[in-house]
Antibody, heavy 114, light 110 residues
Framework: EVQLVESGGGLVQPGGSLRLSCAAS????????MNWVRQAPGKGLEWVSY????????YYADSVKGRFTISRDNAKNSLYLQMNSLRDEDTAVYYC???????WGQGTLVTVSS | SYELTQPPSVSVSPGQTARITCSGDALPKQYAYWYQQKPGQAPVLVIY???ERPSGIPERFSGSSSGTTVTLTISGVQAEDEADYYC?????????????FGGGTKLTVL
């Protein structure tokens, strides 16, 4: 079964850091580009970041550029999102999604609050 | 920045046809994708590349494209189709075609 499972979410104070992970299974992870997408409570979907299959190409939404870092470990079938300098407005459910949109994880909630 | 525009809400009775539109200037050049999201769940792809249906998605879901507007059509709507629907395409104005999402449409089955 093709599956993505996120972890690492939680409550963090403004200015703090958090690292999200996304474990892939059931497909050849190293062949696919990946994305992070987030959804603030009661709001719509917002694309956050993209990484190519070999990590050679990386992009970020303007809202997170300079604060978030996407990475992957193909040997471990894992995708990561390092989030620094977190703000209240980063509060959201964070999803990892395979390029093409066919597969999404169940999401992990990040709450930034003092 | 590039935007996709959807109606906030659509309401239909069971068995009727629901049509949800999505407008964007780049849609004639970029494919559109549609996602269904039920409360507390992750999005599910229901249409890709404007009109293709992934395996496992019921035939009542279809997609079409005309100029700067794409449309998700749900024929013979069922109660289980009540959900939020998001269109997604690519912002080709920069060096990378970042995902861009519409604001979402809440489908209510009366």
């Amino acid at each position: 079964e093709v599956q993505l499972v996120e972890s690492g979410g939680g409550l963090v104070q403004p200015g703090g850091s958090l690292r999200l992970s996304c474990a892939a299974s059931g497909f050849t992870f190293s062949s696919y580009s990946m994305n992070w997408v987030r959804q603030a409570p009661g709001k719509g979907l917002e694309w956050v970041s993209y990484i190519s299959s070999s990590s050679s190409t990386i992009y970020y939404a303007d809202s997170v550029k300079g604060r978030f870092t996407i990475s992957r470990d193909n040997a471990k079938n894992s995708l990561y999102l390092q989030m620094n300098s977190l703000r209240d407005e980063d509060t959201a459910v964070y999803y990892c999604a395979r390029d093409g949109g066919t597969t999404w994880g169940q999401g992990t909630l990040v709450t930034v609050s003092s | 920045s590039y935007e996709l525009t959807q109606p906030p809400s659509v309401s239909v009775s069971p068995g009727q046809t629901a049509r949800i539109t999505c407008s964007g200037d780049a849609l004639p050049k970029q494919y559109a994708y549609w996602y269904q999201q039920k409360p507390g769940q992750a999005p599910v792809l229901v249409i890709y590349k404007d009109s293709e249906r992934p395996s496992g998605i019921p035939e009542r879901f279809s997609g079409s494209s005309s100029g700067t507007t794409v449309t998700l059509t749900i024929s013979g709507v069922q109660a289980e189709d009540e959900a939020d629907y998001y269109c997604q395409s690519a912002d080709s104005s920069g060096t990378y075609m970042a995902w861009v999402f519409g604001g979402g449409t809440k489908l209510t089955v009366l």
